[in-house]
């Protein structure tokens, strides 16, 4: 059963399930921000990459502001490591300990640990599970030579059959042991992109999986690109989850909205496709009214405001836009938990996505007969 927690994260207190908004420092101004998106929008949390800051110009600001605290947010930050960015490749070649150190300098409340992130097409699955288990040692032993009271580092689960998982989570509790006071309490889940992308079911299961045996961690999800799919994810058992979505989105004149999947308004279509544009204008505005007249959502501009154009702040617009309607729905989920109709609320979301109906009729299955990979 899905349940709300507040969860202590060094002091900054967080309820969940909930939002870790993604934020690649310098998207304002070089991505068409036209300020933080936490100063137009009130955002519970924040996660940064320190792949970022291997960079030599934002390197200097952690030694100039003593860690992030340019970044004007005081809710929990949390940064990644940047393992994302080695999905592609065999080898990893960033040392584990150079991350820490970031993290660290950074001042944030969570860092992570260096990953080798799994890929459904990866030949080399378990040396990518060692790789990461390699880091995790090194970056864990490392931490326990010093008193860091105010910092959480966070281990990385891999793996998208149970006998990997297995053989994941039986190693990081030795290390968890040995170096972390045989403390667990806290876990990430990677690899979760491609099988986002693809709507492939394993996205149930691994999560699912994970809950199961660790049922009283902290659990993170990262890099799960639509609200929708934040959704299950809270459903499966995470209890914070990160995106880039709302500004990947805007980038590509996409426009999201709660209960449907992106639509695109594009200034070309309009022109050159006309009946095409029409169709997608009339598609948001419809859902719209509805969400407008059923639980009184209320859009930060209207869809005029949205549509790709020529006009500076478009970009703009629409991403802050996106965002507001990933917070909304962290916001009505928690709502729905509260009030006991959780799983009601998600079969109105998924009833416009047939794909995505899908994945959620799997996770409804899981929850009822407990059977996770059948």
């Keep these: 059963m899905v349940t709300i927690k507040n969860i202590n994260l060094n002091g900054k207190k967080i309820e969940t399930p909930n939002l870790f908004v993604s934020y690649r420092v310098g998207d304002y101004p070089s991505a068409g921000l036209k300020c933080l998106p936490w100063k137009e929008i009130e955002i519970e949390a924040l996660l ?49 300990l150079e991350i820490l150190d970031l993290e660290l300098k950074a001042k944030v409340d969570i860092g992570v640990v260096l990953d080798h992130p799994m890929h459904p097409k990866a030949t080399n699955p378990y040396q990518r599970a060692e790789n990461t288990l390699k880091n995790t040692k090194i970056m864990f032993e490392e931490l326990s030579k010093n008193n860091h009271d105010h910092f959480i580092l966070l281990p990385v689960i891999q793996g998208y059959d149970v006998k990997l998982l297995n053989h994941f989570i039986n190693r990081l509790n030795c290390i968890m042991r040995r170096y972390n006071g045989g403390y667990f309490d806290y876990v990430g889940i990677g690899g979760l992109v491609p099988l986002s992308q693809r709507c492939d079911e394993r996205i149930v299961n691994v999560i699912s999986y994970i809950r199961k045996n660790l049922p009283d961690a902290y ?156």
């Excluded at 110009?57 to 100039?64: E, T």
């Excluded at 639980?295 to 790709?308: A, M, T, V």
């Design 48 to 96: 940064i990459n320190s792949y970022d800051f291997l960079k030599p110009k934002y390197r200097q600001l952690l030694d100039k502001y003593h860690g992030v605290n340019f970044l004007k947010f005081k809710g929990p930050i949390m940064m990644d490591s940047g393992g994302f960015y080695f999905i592609e490749k065999r080898h990893i070649d960033i040392d584990p």
């Design 219 to 374: 659990i993170h999800c990262f890099s799960l690109g639509s609200p929708l799919m934040m959704l299950i994810a809270f459903y499966c058992g995470a209890d914070t989850v990160d995106t880039q979505g709302w500004i990947k989105s805007a980038a590509f004149r996409a426009i999201n909205l709660p209960g449907m999947g992106s639509v695109k308004l594009r200034l070309k279509d309009k022109e050159d496709k006309p009946k095409l544009f029409e169709r997608n204008y009339k598609k948001l505005a419809s859902h719209l009214e509805y969400l407008e007249a059923n639980e009184g959502f209320r859009p930060l501009y209207s869809l005029d405001d949205l549509i790709d154009a020529s006009d500076e702040r478009r970009i703009h617009n629409r991403a802050i836009h996106n965002l507001y309607v990933y917070v909304y729905e962290s916001q009505k989920a928690r709502e729905a938990i509260k009030g006991g109709y959780f799983e009601e609320f998600l079969e109105e979301r998924f009833s416009r996505s047939k794909i995505l109906r899908k994945l959620f009729e799997k996770a409804k299955r899981v929850k009822k007969c407990g059977k996770i990979y059948s």
